[in-house]
């Protein structure tokens, strides 16, 4: 099933994760016009970005009729949780992602881990508290290491695998009295500590039916040797070794497939991105997470790499419609991502520094660079905007390569108020070695 014409097209988003996708949607065929909102200074550089608020369902629908748009591709997860979808299915505007129900998969940990445990799939014990004290209570009881996560949206800031219990009391506070995440942080799941590889699966579903869109591994920590606090993710890599056609095979049928049923059953068919965070524990993979939408900077490395087009793929799922979808093919090359941030990240850090040389950057061959948090100046120059600012992808016949000609792109990169980790990639490369 085709598009009858070429789609005019909506794209949400402003981040890393977007400008892959940006890339991705224009290069299809079937992509009459691509517009962004609000975008970032890489993707409004070849398409038409319009000021919004991408979770003010209002004004997303407003701009969608206003510009005539055929399909709306939304990639950040507070517009889903937002209910934007709902928004635009009402007035006829065809849209990629789950509804607001659906989206619940991500905005409540606890309803999370209510469907997961509902469904049988296997996950970290835990509790839900929306009392500081008996939080605190169960922490003490449990001992560390333990996890604490708050329960709503916190632009993945919201977990702390706390290895001493005063670092896990700590985080209670922080997220149920201090509200650092605001009401996200009313209240907390605690969980049991687990310890292996983290792999990121995606899977693209319809409500009913499920493909597979590859893996990656990202590094959440801020340093190298994967030191220091967790971030939204400062690198990934794909493909990922242990992520086999087998592996992949058992982790839809596991941890995707039940999880589709039992949204079914809650009356709220999941049609989006399932990303299906797991850890890989002694005794088999478990499940730490759903979100709700490509993860950030996963999405950098595993777009690049498929040869199915993405946007008739959206276009599918979003109508329900993947007994139709051609097959997910991928190239065989590798991709690794390297993150630059401003300094001072996940803490505080400094808006309005001039980036320099990313012209010289992009003209390196196997690379590939895509903006975060940038905006354009009064002067036309790429500036930071935001915390994690650009990512840096290397491709090439190998992991060792692709990761070669990453670190070799940085170099031509004029930024001194940035830094970034210099071991992205160490753990896959650390086992070959050691094979």
């Not at 499940?287 to 490395?301: A, C, M």
Request: hydrophobic residues 45%; aromatic residues 6%; glycine residues 10%.
């Amino acid at each position: 099933m085709l598009p009858e014409k070429p789609l005019r097209v909506l794209l949400l988003g402003s981040g890393g994760r977007e400008h892959a996708l940006a890339a991705a949607i224009a290069a299809s065929p079937f992509c009459g016009e691509l517009h962004a909102a609000p975008g970032n200074a890489g993707i409004c550089g070849r398409n038409m970005c319009h000021i919004v608020t991408p979770d003010n369902v209002f004004q997303v629908v407003s701009l969608a009729k206003s510009l005539k748009i055929d399909f709306v591709v939304i990639g950040p997860e507070n517009p889903l949780a937002a209910g934007v979808v709902d928004g635009l299915n009402a007035a006829g505007i065809l849209a990629f992602g789950p509804t607001r129900a659906a989206a619940e998969l991500e905005a409540s940990k606890a309803f999370m881990k209510d469907v997961v445990v509902t469904a049988g799939i296997p996950t970290a014990s835990h509790r839900v508290f929306d009392d500081a004290a008996a939080a605190k209570d169960y922490i003490r009881a449990q001992g560390a290491p333990i996890v604490i996560k708050a329960d709503g949206l916190a632009a993945g800031k919201g977990v702390t695998v706390a290895m001493t219990l005063d670092e896990a009391l700590h985080a209670v506070d922080e997220a149920m009295v201090n509200k650092v995440f605001a009401d996200a942080g009313a209240s907390v799941v605690i969980e049991e500590y687990m310890e292996g590889p983290e792999i990121s699966v995606f899977a693209l579903c319809d409500g009913e039916r499920a493909v597979c869109l590859g893996a990656a591994q990202d590094h959440k920590r801020v340093g190298d040797g994967d030191m220091g606090p967790n971030t939204g993710g400062m690198g990934a890599y794909s493909p990922v070794p242990m992520a086999t056609p087998e592996f992949l095979d058992d982790v839809m049928a596991q941890f995707v497939a039940p999880a589709l049923v039992e949204m079914q059953k809650r009356a709220a068919p999941f049609r989006g991105i399932l990303f299906v965070g797991l850890m890989i524990t002694k005794n088999g993979p478990k499940l730490i997470e759903y979100n709700i939408r490509f993860g950030d900077p996963e999405t950098q490395v595993v777009v690049p790499r498929l040869q199915t087009d993405l946007l008739h793929l959206f276009w599918l799922s979003a109508q329900g419609k993947l007994d139709a979808a051609p097959p997910v093919k991928f190239s065989n090359e590798a991709a690794l991502c390297v993150v630059m941030a401003a300094k001072g990240y996940p803490g505080a850090y400094q808006k309005g520094t001039v980036i320099r040389g990313l012209d010289r950057a992009a003209a390196q061959p196997n690379v590939k660079i895509f903006h975060a948090g940038t905006q354009l100046n009064a002067a036309g120059e790429v500036t930071a905007h935001g915390g994690r600012v650009l990512n840096v992808v290397g491709l090439g016949a190998d992991l060792k390569t692709a990761q070669k000609n990453a670190y070799a792109a940085i170099k031509k990169i004029d930024w001194q108020d940035g830094f970034y980790r210099r071991d992205i990639g160490w753990r896959a490369l650390e086992a070959k070695n050691k094979g």
